[in-house]
């Protein structure tokens, strides 16, 4: 079964720190890009942090230096650590691939909120 399983949202204040997990099945995510993207409410969806199958990272410019992707092969997890969290972080965040063929939609996303 092909899956992924977003968790480690919360409620934090600006300044705090969350780190998101990504635990997938039915497929390996070290051939994968993969990506976390978020959701704010009246807003598109947007790629937030993308990582490749060599280890590869990007991020979006209003996350470089705040966050971090990462990914534990063993445990076939993506990670999103987020540092210096602002309010306009808060979102719902989602994982998958970058070119969408890991899984054909989108899960229920877990949810970070930052209060000022």
């Known amino acids: 079964q092909v899956q992924l399983v977003e968790s480690g949202g919360g409620l934090v204040q600006a300044g705090g720190s969350l780190r998101l997990s990504c635990a997938a099945s039915?497929?390996?995510?070290?051939?994968?890009?993969m990506g976390w993207y978020r959701q704010a409410p009246g807003k598109q969806r947007e790629l937030v942090a993308s990582?490749?199958?060599?280890?590869?990272?990007n991020y979006a410019d209003s996350v470089k230096g705040r966050f971090t992707i990462s990914r534990d092969n063993a445990k076939n997890t993506v990670y999103l650590q987020m540092n210096s969290l602002k309010p306009e972080d808060t979102a719902v965040y989602y994982c998958?691939?970058?070119?969408?063929?890991?899984?054909?939609?989108w899960g229920q996303g877990t949810q970070v909120t930052v209060s000022s």
């Open positions: 990582i490749t199958g060599g280890g590869t990272t």
């Open positions: 039915g497929r390996i995510v070290s051939a994968y890009m």
């Open positions: 998958n691939d970058v070119l969408h063929i890991f899984l054909p939609g």
